[in-house]
């Protein structure tokens, strides 16, 4: 087919991209659905996080995660399926379990098991018309890892970007997804207001100690700032009941309502977390501290303005770094500052 025919053919055949279940994971996959899209195919995007978002990227067909029982009756509609497990399933998934996903689905992640690996050309050649396998055809070999090959300083968006240039054959790439914010919010209004974001899926190993967060905004409060906690609904009784916390603590239901809440505010100081990354693919300034002394590490937020403060050094202690002693206000002040 010429190529006004392979676009117009890739906007018939029906692509599922399911996405894993953390936020970080669930952005990644909303750009490469979006670039999937801006190159002419038919996606519909898998994924409770980004289902929150639905409103805010009125361009993408998002719908939530199908109950685990009906993944195979909601997908079989499709001519194609791209998935990185989300982690009910991968929960489920034993030898013989992998062996049957990975001849039905293309699967992928950022880091994959080898028996992951599956070239779906001939599946689909032979159960698709040859419009729509044409259609697909560039595609049906990307399965496996995103991180195929090694990368050195490039974050995660990245490292997606390559992916899909060099795996996926896309044409046109872009690492920003445009997003429709709701009526009468406005990017940044509060450029004072610092979301500072102490708590992440990994807390004894990732997270700067809370009485450091406290001093943190005590700082940013006498340079004129106006700092806020804000944590996940689960961690929120802690901090908000904290000794020494006088600052507002908002809670927020959804990932919708934290997403406007960032989106206005001025900037965000957080561990290696998702909110971080929701900060940053909102366009708002982040400053991310790293246990490690790499700044350039891949799972850096890096689709906005940002700056990631490492430790000064770090020690070995009983099997684990020590490093939180030597992460410090005056370097954090500093990065703020850089991307503001």
Not at 82 to 90: E, G
Not at 153 to 165: A, F, P, Q
């Amino acid at each position: 087919m010429n190529s006004a025919a392979t676009i117009a053919a890739r906007g018939e055949a029906r692509i599922a991209l399911v996405a894993f279940s953390s936020l970080g994971d669930g952005l990644i996959y909303v750009m490469m659905a979006e670039n999937l899209r801006l190159n002419g195919y038919r996606v519909t995007y898998f994924g409770n996080i980004a289902h929150q978002l639905r409103h805010w990227l009125p361009q993408l067909d998002i719908q939530p995660y199908p109950a685990a029982d009906r993944f195979d009756e909601t997908l079989a509609g499709f001519d194609l399926v791209i998935m990185s497990p989300p982690q009910f399933l991968r929960e489920r998934m034993d030898e013989p379990t992998t062996e049957a996903m990975r001849k039905k689905w293309l699967l992928i992640c950022q880091k994959t098991p080898k028996g992951w690996r599956h070239d779906h050309t001939e599946r689909v050649r032979n159960n698709c018309d040859e419009r729509t396998f044409e259609a697909l055809r560039d595609l049906l070999d990307c399965s496996g890892p995103i991180r195929f090959r090694d990368f050195d300083t490039e974050s995660v968006v990245d490292i997606t970007l390559h992916y899909m240039r060099e795996k996926m054959h896309l044409a046109h790439l872009t690492r920003h997804v445009a997003v429709t914010p709701p009526a009468g919010l406005q990017h940044r209004r509060h450029r004072q207001r610092i979301v500072v974001s102490p708590d992440s899926a990994w807390p004894v190993k990732k997270n700067w100690p809370p009485r450091s967060f406290m001093n943190l905004c005590h700082a940013l409060r006498e340079r004129g700032y106006d700092p806020k906690i804000v944590v996940a609904p689960a961690n929120h009784d802690y901090w908000a009941k904290l000794p020494g916390n006088v600052f507002e603590t908002p809670v927020f239901p959804g990932i919708d309502q934290l997403a406007a809440y960032l989106y206005e505010s001025g900037a965000v100081i957080a561990n290696d977390s998702g909110n971080g990354h929701l900060a940053s693919f909102l366009g708002v300034p982040v400053v991310t501290l790293y246990r490690k002394r790499n700044p350039h590490f891949h799972w850096r937020p890096a689709w906005g303005p940002g700056a990631v403060v490492c430790p000064r050094l770090t020690l070995p202690w009983f099997g684990e770094p020590l490093w939180k002693p030597f992460l410090g206000t005056r370097a954090i002040l500093a990065a703020l500052h850089k991307v503001t």
